[in-house]
């Protein structure tokens, strides 16, 4: 947080996303950071909550910087939360910051948002040396607009409900619904005695068909170059909730039928205008990369391991758009360098064009020259751009593994 989205809370009532206190919780007040932390963690919508401190009821910066007893910074926070006896043991995430404002220090916890509510505690705890100050085990404390749980009750039946459909999903549009459904893996299963079917075995509602394709499409993509061979066939696949079909996703069978994956999508770094370089890429945390994950567990058959690395060689997996967004740009300014960097040389052209001989002839549109070239420029950028992912997760920076591409260019 910085010091302009500091005003802009201290402009609102508190409310379900943000409460304000004047001090730290010291001494004999342990109960209620808890009952406070979890409060926000069982709020029935899906965004990060806030606990604001240094600021008092009039919405006045009184600051933290000399309660020295009770002042916690993240690491002694999260030590603590990770002691509590909490049932089905789910920490919380949490951070804590410090903002800067008119010459006083606000500490601010950020309660990121979870699903895996409710949270509650599995067994009695009290703070430590205050025996009658304790939380009991099995009390849920919520919290609705500005009003907190009694440290004495625990929250009533309509809000664990609000709660349970959180955790299950059911608060959510049907493609949310579709991307939780799809990672609890286990519970899929494939069958071909009605066709061609994925279902979930918790909810028949969900279920996916796959379908011939009869379009005329290349049998040879950027992402099937590093397998043993290169030829693809190609379906269909219908994301269905009872008669509604959600989306429907091209997917391919790659090195023989070895392997199912779900078709990746373009990505582009870009200069400006029309100069851009494309690379294949999927995404976590949509249902086509949530359908990607399924697969790779072994539906529609168990997937072969080294197949499955060669198409992510040169297939980026984003957590994210937000995370492939800020790759692009950072990358965006330096696209007539990185052109350099891919630019495929003739023999890699040769001898591509040999290895896909096995499976096309020679007067096919996928062995022809410029195709080859294109193919190899899509694929070789996906590679660079994997290196740099990793990169960047970890400095936020790209610098290095261009300097390496040129080391590598240099030498060859």
Not at 132 to 156: C, H, K, Y
Not at 250 to 262: A, N
Request: glycine share 6%; with cysteine.
């Amino acid at each position: 947080m910085d010091i302009e989205e500091l005003k802009s809370w201290l402009s609102k009532p508190e409310d379900d996303h943000h409460d304000f206190k004047e001090h730290w919780y010291h001494k004999g007040q342990k109960p209620e950071l808890v009952k406070d932390i979890f409060s926000f963690v069982n709020t029935a919508h899906h965004e990060d909550c806030l606990l604001i401190i240094g600021v008092n009821d009039q919405h006045k910066i009184t600051g933290v910087e000399n309660d020295e007893n009770g002042r916690l910074d993240q690491q002694q926070l999260i030590d603590f939360v990770r002691k509590l006896p909490i049932s089905g043991e789910f920490i919380p995430r949490l951070e804590v910051s410090t903002v800067y404002a008119e010459e006083h220090e606000v500490d601010v916890i950020r309660i990121f948002n979870s699903e895996n509510v409710p949270i509650f505690l599995g067994k009695k705890w009290n703070e430590k040396g205050l025996p009658g100050n304790r939380i009991l085990p099995g009390q849920i404390f919520t919290r609705e607009q500005d009003v907190n749980t009694a440290r004495d009750s625990t929250a009533d039946y309509h809000q664990v409900e609000k709660l349970f459909k959180k955790h299950l999903r059911l608060d959510v549009s049907i493609e949310e619904r579709y991307k939780y459904v799809l990672t609890d893996t286990s519970n899929w299963r494939y069958t071909e005695a009605d066709g061609f079917v994925f279902q979930y075995n918790l909810n028949p509602d969900f279920y996916m068909v796959l379908c011939e394709d009869d379009q005329s499409r290349y049998k040879a993509e950027a992402y099937s170059l590093d397998q043993f061979r290169t030829k693809m066939s190609w379906q269909y696949l219908k994301i269905k909730y009872r008669q509604s079909t959600i989306e429907t996703l091209l997917v391919v069978w790659l090195d023989g039928g070895r392997l199912m994956v779900v078709t990746p999508n373009f990505g582009f770094i870009r200069k400006g205008g029309s100069d851009s370089l494309a690379y294949y890429c999927l995404i976590e945390n949509t249902v086509a990369g949530r359908v990607q994950n399924l697969f790779s567990t072994g539906l529609p058959l168990l997937a072969n391991a080294h197949s499955l690395d060669e198409f992510y060689n040169g297939v980026v997996l984003f957590h994210s758009e937000e995370e492939k967004e800020q790759l692009e740009f950072l990358l965006g300014g330096q696209t007539d360098e990185i052109r350099k960097l891919i630019e495929p040389k003739e023999h890699e052209i040769a001898g591509l064009a040999g290895r896909m001989a096995m499976d096309f002839n020679s007067s096919d549109q996928e062995v022809q020259p410029s195709n080859i070239r294109n193919m190899l420029l899509q694929h070789t950028l996906g590679r660079f751009m994997n290196e740099c992912l990793l990169e960047y997760r970890s400095v936020y920076d790209v610098t290095s593994v261009i300097g390496r591409w040129q080391q590598k260019n240099a030498r060859n």
